[in-house]
């Protein structure tokens, strides 16, 4: 797997950043920071179909999948 120099997702808070596509569109759904809560900025328009309304107290775990070890 390749990491783009870009980031897809950026908290305007923390400053995480995130790089693929499953999770800026788990983070469109879910509709802040996953670690603080904070505004994300997207790189770019979503490629797939985004919620009207974002998911509000979802976990990240059920939008985002487990992590990998």
């Not at 999770?23 to 996953?34: K, P, S």
């Not at 509000?56 to 070890?69: M, T």
Request: a neutral charge; hydrophobic letters at 40%.
């Amino acid at each position: 797997m390749m990491r783009s120099d870009q980031p897809k997702v950026t908290c305007t808070e923390c400053s995480f950043e995130w790089f693929g596509d499953t999770a800026a569109h788990g983070l469109r759904t879910v509709g802040a920071c996953t670690r603080c809560g904070g505004k994300l900025r997207f790189a770019e328009e979503p490629s797939l179909p985004v919620l009207i309304e974002p998911a509000a107290n979802v976990p990240a775990h059920l939008v985002l999948g487990a992590p990998r070890y």
